[in-house]
């Protein structure tokens, strides 16, 4: 698995390791069941501290998106997230809230916001109705 880290983004890298495992599985390149890299793995190739990965990997286990079996590894989580239907919105909602706020700040019309988050989003699903 390809990652791409950049340490001058204003995100912190272990935010990075987790949007880039998000997407990773949101385009269908990682589905249920799939190993992830170990810490030690991921911060040999990455060359940054494997508690920062560690830190990634329990955010996304706590929003229930993998699973760390003891022995065997950490694997993208079977389908559906053990997260309820609230928290998943409030996931959801906070990242949609900060691309609206930068939509907003840059006068960009609200049908070209539409625009885009439709295409974005039949992107996405196009991806993942190919692979299954």
């Given at each position: 698995m390809y990652f791409a880290i950049n340490p001058a983004s204003e995100s912190p890298i272990y935010q990075q390791i987790v949007d880039h495992i998000k997407r990773e599985i949101a385009l269908g390149r990682l589905s249920c069941t799939d190993k992830i890299p170990t810490v030690r793995e991921l911060a040999a190739h990455l060359l940054i501290n494997p508690n920062t990965i560690a830190k990634a990997y329990r955010i996304l286990e706590q929003q229930g998106i993998v699973v760390t079996?003891?022995?065997?590894?950490?694997?993208?989580?079977?389908?559906?997230?053990?997260?309820?239907?609230?928290?998943?919105?409030?996931?959801?909602?906070?990242?949609?809230?900060?691309?609206?706020?930068?939509?907003?700040?840059?006068?960009?019309?609200?049908?070209?916001?539409?625009?885009?988050?439709?295409?974005?989003?039949?992107?996405?699903?196009?991806?993942?109705?190919e692979r299954n």
């Open positions: 079996r003891v022995g065997a590894g950490t694997f993208v989580s079977e389908a559906g997230s053990s997260l309820s239907q609230d928290a998943r919105k409030t996931l959801v909602c906070g990242k949609l809230e900060s691309a609206v706020v930068e939509a907003v700040t840059l006068q960009i019309p609200k049908p070209t916001v539409c625009e885009w988050f439709e295409a974005l989003l039949n992107q996405f699903l196009f991806r993942n109705s």
